[in-house]
């Protein structure tokens, strides 16, 4: 019983790490991916949905187009709003 609890409550805690923000580290400090990564990192502090959110995450697009989480979380806020 102990077990079967202890692996459920790491299934239920898995959504949690697998939406974390993404390792900057995994480029180079000269990659444009990274300049993006830190621009994200950037513009997730600012409220969903503002001016400023939406033009760092748009600039991290526009440094690396490949950079999936810019993507994501540009749209975080239309789900949120319906």
Known sequence: MKR???IAMGLLSL??????????NIYAKNDPCYQACKEAELGVKEFPGSVA???RL???IDLCPDFA???FELS???AKMG
Do not use: D, E, H
């Open 4 to 6: 079967l609890l202890i």
């Open 15 to 24: 959504p949690q790490k697998a939406s974390a923000f993404p390792n900057c």
């Open 53 to 55: 959110f939406q033009a």
């Open 58 to 60: 748009l600039k991290s």
């Open 69 to 71: 989480f810019a993507y």
């Open 76 to 78: 975080v806020p239309y």
